[in-house]
């Protein structure tokens, strides 16, 4: 008699495959990360990265003297590897039923889990960045990206990346210096996701560009009320009014979600906190040193792993996806965060 085999119905490497090929789809932020792969298949789950700082110019020497030689000194940065996991459980009353397709929607899950927390770290650790740009009182445009972007004092002007809300997009389009992409066929979209450029930035939209209406205070803040569960008296607000709201905390430089317990202050102008990228390094024979690190790397170590297993007792097949990395902020002088009106 033959026997159906969980590896009939699941095949984790299969799987992995098709779970890694649906990711790219689904980013946003990760397309501008460089991917640094050392670690993969070597001892260790720490990475360190140097920072070397300058000596200086070079001195006038009269002839027959001599030069004092001058001490190099570098910080560095550790970071270690981390382990994203997701799982899923698929019945076999799932499987008999014949009903859609339960192994297929599991996969675009997993890769859909994966791609946000990827999207999630990098995104956060954008917001570590020491650059940035208050433009609370104006829209998003050419004229105010221009001056966000002029905060990176470059001696030429590179390319770089803009991440913007998508109700953002229509001062955008209005703005008679954008080029929009569906009809600058020449302009050389380089990752999916650009809708164009403006002030040589490229535009992406995504709805993870938090709009800041709050700011974490404390007990002393000027106006600040403290978020109760329910209930609320003066100097109080309710769980439930604040809590999908975006709190800039500027100590931990995050952005996080009210809690009970936690004392906010009204932000004056409500705005959208738009990371701008530098993608280039000031010149090509420096790439990638020191002087040139990325904006923002992936440290991996093991990429997509898929297992799968069956649970006789429940009789359902769990599925489980796994990705070792860690993602850090390597050169906070190509950020900058900008803060533009919502």
Not at 1 to 16: F, H, R, Y
């Amino acid at each position: 008699m033959a026997l159906t085999k969980l590896s009939d119905i699941i095949n984790p490497q299969v799987m992995g495959d098709m779970i890694q090929a649906k990711i790219p789809a689904m980013l946003k932020y990760t397309p501008y990360a460089k991917i640094d792969t050392t670690l993969v298949g070597v001892p260790g789950d720490t990475k360190t990265v140097p920072s070397w700082n300058f000596i200086g110019s070079a001195e006038d020497v009269a002839e027959g003297d001599s030069i004092t030689p001058s001490k190099m000194t570098a910080s560095t940065t550790t970071f270690t590897i981390k382990k994203a996991m997701k799982s899923v459980g698929i019945t076999q009353e799932a499987v008999n039923s014949g009903l859609g397709d339960p192994i297929g929607q599991a996969e675009i899950q997993l890769a859909k889990s994966i791609a946000v927390k990827i999207e999630n770290d990098v995104r956060e650790v954008l917001y570590k960045g020491s650059l940035s740009y208050d433009g609370t009182t104006s829209k998003i445009g050419y004229n105010s990206i221009v001056d966000a972007i002029d905060v990176l004092e470059e001696e030429e002007n590179t390319t770089k990346v803009v991440f913007v809300h998508p109700k953002q997009v229509t001062d955008l389009r209005k703005d008679s210096n954008f080029i929009d992409a569906n009809k600058y066929v020449g302009m050389n979209v380089m990752v999916s996701g650009e809708i164009g450029t403006i002030a040589n930035c490229r535009v992406v939209p995504s709805k993870n560009v938090p709009k800041i209406e709050y700011t974490l205070a404390t007990s002393t803040t000027q106006n600040a009320v403290l978020v109760v569960e329910s209930g609320a008296s003066t100097g109080e607000v309710n769980l439930s009014t604040v809590k999908d709201k975006c709190v800039w905390d500027a100590t931990n430089k995050a952005v996080v979600f009210p809690k009970v317990g936690d004392y906010i202050s009204a932000v004056a102008n409500p705005y959208y906190l738009n990371p701008i990228v530098k993608l280039e390094p000031a010149s090509a024979e420096t790439e990638y040193t020191e002087d040139e690190l990325p904006a923002v790397t992936i440290f991996l170590k093991k990429d997509i792993q898929v297992d799968a297993e069956w649970l006789p007792k429940s009789q359902q097949y769990d599925i489980t996806v796994a990705k070792y990395y860690g993602v850090a902020l390597t050169n906070a002088s190509k950020v900058v965060l900008a803060k533009f009106k919502a």
